[in-house]
């Protein structure tokens, strides 16, 4: 092929019909991508109840779904399970990012004996099945008297938050990339580790620290597995992926199906909207961690 | 081994447990039996006492309970629970028998315990020969007050990982051994052995990897699926995602933002959410089937979960749509890092854009990313969400424990919680272990950036 300046005619028709496929393969892709989301929404809004359907649009539109969601809270308590999601978010939202920033700063920034072999752990824990320990999780609870009546939501906390410190690699690798020589610079002027710790490190990690912040605050409304063992049968204490399953088992699904669909764009919006909002941290976060 | 022996000379404590015994005083001698003595002798009260105080309260747990769980462990406890006749209130009372899973947790936690009691009794020893070490030749002592503040100085580590390392102690690697013991136990259903149950050696493992037996049988084809899902999604995820993000990214694409935020959505969306959509959305009278049906595109209902083959394919393409906008994010910014020089010599030379992809793209994405993708490829192994929630495992067989879609995981799920096989539940895990092992570790530890750690400080 010449490399001369002029484009031959048939080249440029080629690139622009190349250009209108790829378009259209990506709308087509974008489609499938966002029609289960669209699906999910106009259910949310259909009149007629039960799971069955003929039309992909519904026949009439209401906004009673919703309203029962928040109202009926005889048999699947929803605004309890959302409040209850909502607590326990916080908590383990607060301890979590405590514990990964304390550990990935330990890591990044300091030398001691323990490090590699605590590293090492770490790397390993994470090839158990997380679910492995539940049962004996479960157990440990019950033995501290923290598997029944309210102390559930303190055993939720505990479980979401207490071995959070394992997961410090992302912000870890953050906090690599802030040079050592600022540190160097302020222990020179005379500031502790501490003081380097909060006023250097802590500031210029604004990334991280949301991505934290929103992935452990995330936890607890997407977790499945550990809600469902830990709150066994005691329905006051579900949160709300536990009540969302709930309403499509058998027994349910005819008349919760449409509120389903309610309740998971309830719970999704402010969970997208936080994402949305700081997506721009999420990359950059992760970009931290890949750069080596 | 060189690279073990490099690390120890690098944090060396002159201050051993051995030079404690050969070289220390009366005093720190004494210190073996009662721990801080050496730190209240040379007026470091407030950490001797903090030591005292350990002791104590380590020993008051032994003659409370702690001997009695470890003599129980063996045994693991053999009274059942009896009706005895109380003639005086002329009714049937109950005595509580052993009950063999807590016998088991409270014996793993006291080893567990009298494990960090040894530490922290190395710990006691050391300082005590510290202190009488640097009182004798003379040197400063660090008050209470300065143990404080170097907390906050030279060891913050040890401030900041105290309280998280608590919690993978007590929450993540307590229950993980006790549930690892299990494994050794015929605590399961089968011959009622869920309050009393005995060690059995390694006749789970045996049952678990015989050929002949169901539940071997059964282990063999869920380990196989469970590889081959994780290989397909990781690989199929990371190729799909990537070609996405390079036409997203090319010159010639409109909208990007649009269609980055297209794909982005369903990451916003939780993934439990959408994961029931897509199972409700695919199920036998599901939306997709009636709309066919309806249509007369198909005569018959498509199987999407009830047919082996099927359900296979159709979790790996839902876990397509999971993962791609993952990848896309991932990826991004990393190909903008790609060095433009290499495009243009590329160009210059006359490659194609495939060529470009695979000669240059590829083999710098897989250099910078494989980390990422072997934390993605155990993250699928133990996948737990996208099976459990979209096919449950199923179709199962009828005399089966493990359904076709079944991977370790949810088997493990289906073993322990609904047919109650603890002790296999927990070979299962340790097998899950074993596999993750034997593919990360040799792969972690071959990869660049496990090795230079420290390059790009």
Known sequence: ?292 | MKKAGKRKSEFVNPYTVTGAVTKGNAITKLSLLIMGLGNLVHKQIGKGLMFLLIEIGYIAFMIESGVYNLSMLPSLGWREQQKVWNDSKMVYEYTAGDQSSLILLYGVATVFITLMFIVVWREAVKSSYKSEVLASTGKHLNTFKEDIKSLFDQNLYKLLLAAPIMGVLVFTILPLIYNITMAFTNYSKVNDHLVLFDWVGLANFAKILNFGDSIGKQFYSVLGWTLIWAIFATVLNYFFGMILAIIINRKDTHWKGFWRFCFVLSIAVPQFVSLLIMRTMLSQTGIVNTLLLKYGIIDQALPFFTNATWARVTVIVINLWVGIPYTILQVTGILQNIPGELYEAAKIDGANAVQTFFKITLPYMLFVMTPYLITQFTGNINNFNVIFLLSGGNPTAVDATAGKTDLLVTWLYKLTVDKNYYNLGAVIGIMTFIVLAIVALVTYRNTASYKDEEGFM
Not at chain 1, 143 to 169: P, Q
Not at chain 1, 197 to 213: A, G, M, N, R
Not at chain 1, 241 to 270: H, N, Q, R
């Open chain 1, 1 to 292: 092929m010449s490399k001369t300046a002029k484009i031959s005619s048939g080249a440029k028709a080629r690139k622009t019909v190349g250009n209108v496929l790829i378009h259209i393969f990506l709308a087509v892709l974008s489609f499938i991508w966002v029609l289960p989301i669209f699906w999910v929404i106009i259910t949310s809004f259909r009149g007629e109840k039960g799971s069955y359907v003929t039309t992909f649009f519904p026949k009439t539109y209401t906004l009673s779904n919703y309203v029962k969601l928040f109202t009926d809270t005889s048999i699947l308590n929803f605004p309890k399970m959302f409040m209850n999601t909502f607590i326990i978010a916080i908590f383990t939202c607060i301890i979590s990012t405590i514990f990964v920033l304390s550990v990935a700063y330990s890591m990044s920034r300091m030398r001691f004996k323990m490090r590699k072999p605590f590293m090492n752990v770490a790397m390993i824990l994470g090839l158990f099945p997380s679910f492995m320990s539940m049962i004996a999780v479960y157990y440990i609870l019950s033995a501290l008297g923290m598997a029944e009546g309210a102390m559930i939501r303190i055993a939720l906390i505990v479980v979401f938050s207490a071995g959070s410190g394992v997961g410090f690699y992302v912000a870890k690798g953050f906090f690599d990339t802030i040079p050592k020589s600022l540190d160097e610079a302020a222990t020179i002027d005379g500031a502790t580790r501490w003081q380097i710790f909060t006023k250097i490190t802590v500031p210029l990690s604004k990334p991280i620290i949301v991505y934290t912040i929103l992935t452990s605050f995330m936890g607890p409304w997407v977790d499945f597995i550990f809600g469902k063992v830990i709150c066994r049968a005691d329905s006051d204490y579900y949160t709300v992926s536990i009540g969302l399953w709930k309403m499509l088992e058998k027994e349910y699904i005819d008349s919760w199906y449409t509120c389903f669909a309610a309740g998971a764009v309830v719970v999704s919006i402010p969970i997208a909207i936080l994402f949305l909002a700081t997506q721009k941290f999420y990359v950059d976060g992760m970009g931290g961690a890949v750069k080596g």
